[in-house]
Nanobody, 126 residues
């Protein structure tokens, strides 16, 4: 049974940092594309970042987070991370990790994924 569990969200001041984790079970991360997307109240879902699992491929980042967020993975731990620095109030949302196919959904939309977790709340506020 495929399962994704996010953790690491919380309340942080503008300019602060958080690291989100996505623990996968029921499948191996090797060569599996994993995406992070977010959804804020009243706003559409947004694909934030995606990593294909191919060491020769560059991760994808939405323009809104480029230079501030970093996606990484530890296949031995079956876990994907999203390091978020220089956080802004507009980053406030529920963040989800999901399986993607070659990051196509995350890069081009629509953001329809086969599997995703329950989400973790990120609030950026002073």
């Amino acid at each position: 049974q495929v399962q994704l569990v996010e953790s690491g969200g919380g309340l942080v001041q503008p300019g602060g940092s958080l690291r989100l984790s996505c623990a996968a079970s029921g499948f191996t991360l090797d060569y599996t594309a994993i995406a992070w997307f977010r959804q804020a109240p009243g706003k559409e879902r947004e694909g934030v970042s995606c990593d294909t699992g191919d060491a020769d491929a560059r991760p994808y980042y939405a323009d809104s987070v480029k230079g501030r967020f970093t996606i990484s993975r530890d296949n031995a731990k079956n876990t994907v991370y999203l390091q978020m620095d220089s956080l802004k109030p507009e980053d406030t949302a529920v963040y989800y990790c999901a399986t993607d196919k070659a990051c196509i959904a995350t890069m081009f939309g629509p953001y329809d994924y086969d599997y995703w977790g329950q989400g973790t709340q990120v609030t950026v506020s002073s």
